[in-house]
């Protein structure tokens, strides 16, 4: 499953490391973070729980940048 989240990241490098964090993330098949439009797209591994996973992918996020959000 692909979803597209629109997030809030303060700069270009904080993105890049989050992307590089939040691909470790377990049930995270790809992820792409681009600064420039604040958008994260991620796919999902076949039968995880998305939003479990998701709540790993903000926790982790946050120790890159405090600030890191997902905009609903």
């Known amino acids: 499953m692909k979803k597209t989240y629109s997030i809030e990241v303060d700069c270009a490098n904080c993105a890049?490391?989050?992307e590089a964090a939040v691909a470790r993330?377990?049930?995270?098949?790809?992820?792409?973070?681009?600064?420039?439009t604040q958008k994260m797209k991620v796919e999902y591994a076949e039968g995880v729980d998305a939003?479990?996973?998701?709540?790993?992918?903000?926790?982790?996020?946050?120790?890159?940048?405090?600030?890191?959000?997902?905009l609903k």
């Not at 996973?53 to 600030?67: G, H």
């Open 16 to 18: 890049n490391l989050v």
């Open 25 to 36: 993330v377990a049930g995270v098949e790809s992820v792409t973070v681009a600064f420039m």
């Open 51 to 70: 939003e479990a996973v998701l709540a790993e992918i903000v926790r982790v996020a946050r120790k890159i940048e405090p600030d890191f959000e997902i």
